[in-house]
C-alpha cells in the first residue's frame, strides 16, 4: 500500500535496526481518516473470503479492526484481552504471546462464547514482527474449531520472520507494508 509506506517515511521514526516508531498515527494517536484507508485495502485484500468474525489483540488492533468491519459486512470484532478480567469467569480460550517491543509474555484470552466453530474468523494486526501474537491467534481460532479466513497486518517487519511461520502453518498472510530492512535510520521496503 504506497500511501502507507509513504506514511512511514512520513510521519514514522526508525529507532536502531528493528524498531519502527508509529505512534503519531498508527498506535497512540490515531489518524482516523487514514486508517479508513487501511479498513478498505484490507477489504479489497481479503474480498473472496467470508469473514464471519475479526479478532485481533487489545488495544492497538481494535482501531484497525473497527476500520476494516464495515468491508465485511460489519461482523462482530474480538479482541483477545491481555489480563484476565474479574468478569471473566466462563470458559476461554488462552495462549501466550512475546511481545517483541515490550519485552513482556502475556496471556491471551478469548471468551469461549465468541469463537465459534465452523466460523471464517479473519486476524488483524499493527504489526508483525516474530510472529507471537498471530499465532497465538490462529491456535485460539483453531482451538474453536473455527477457520482461520487470514491475517490482515498493517505492518510487517519481514527481516523478522512471523510471515514465514505463519505460512509453514498453513495461513494467508496479507502485509499492507513490508519493511525489509532499517538502515541508518532509514526505512527500506520491500519490493512487490
Keep these: 500500500m504506497e500511501a502507507l509506506k509513504q506514511k512511514i517515511m512520513q510521519d514514522g521514526v526508525a529507532i536502531g535496526k528493528d524498531i519502527v516508531k508509529v505512534d503519531s498515527f498508527l498506535n497512540h494517536q490515531l489518524d482516523t481518516r487514514f486508517l479508513e484507508e487501511v479498513g478498505a485495502e484490507f477489504g479489497r485484500r481479503f474480498a473472496d473470503v467470508k469473514v464471519d468474525r475479526i479478532l485481533t489483540v487489545e488495544a492497538s488492533g481494535i482501531a484497525i479492526a473497527m476500520a476494516a468491519a464495515p468491508h465485511f459486512d460489519y461482523p462482530p470484532v ?27 509474555v502475556s496471556k491471551l484470552r478469548v471468551s469461549e462464547r465468541f469463537l465459534n466453530a465452523g466460523e471464517n474468523v479473519l486476524i488483524l494486526d499493527d504489526f508483525l514482527a516474530y ?16 477457520d482461520v479466513a487470514g491475517v490482515g497486518i498493517v505492518i510487517e517487519k519481514g527481516f523478522q520472520g512471523g510471515a514465514a511461520k505463519l505460512k509453514a502453518k498453513g495461513v ?21
Design 78 to 104: 474480538v479482541f483477545a484481552k491481555k489480563a484476565a478480567p474479574n468478569t471473566m469467569v466462563e470458559g476461554f480460550y488462552e495462549e501466550e504471546a512475546r511481545s517483541f517491543t515490550k519485552g513482556t
Design 131 to 146: 510472529g507471537e501474537a498471530s499465532l497465538a491467534m490462529v491456535e485460539m481460532v483453531r482451538s474453536a474449531g473455527a
Design 172 to 192: 494467508r498472510v496479507e502485509s499492507l507494508a513490508v519493511i525489509d530492512r532499517i538502515d541508518d535510520g532509514t526505512v527500506i521496503f520491500r519490493e512487490e
